[in-house]
């Protein structure tokens, strides 16, 4: 018989306010640049996308666009920790 530990403890996250304000500043402009993307595309691009889904592809440009820099920010944490030591 497996016995399961009650003991799950999860790390401890430290989120001040600044931070948590910091990082909704950084996901609102993503969705804005991933909105003005899609419009772009709406208006300089071929008409063979459907223009109710422009919405749709505003928000999925958004969020590529912040994963893109959540990825050049760790990068530059790690690099920067190097440069330290």
């Known amino acids: 018989m497996v016995q399961i530990s009650a003991d799950l403890t999860f790390p401890k996250m430290d989120f001040s306010k600044k931070t948590m304000i910091r990082e909704w500043i950084v ?10 993307v899609a419009l772009g595309f709406l208006l300089h691009g071929s008409l063979s996308w459907p223009t109710e889904a422009f919405g749709f592809y505003g928000i999925l440009f958004g969020v590529v666009i912040y994963v893109v820099v959540q990825v050049c920010r760790s990068v530059w944490w790690v690099w920067k920790e190097k440069l330290k030591s």
């Open 27 to 36: 996901l609102a402009l993503c969705l804005g640049l991933g909105a003005h």
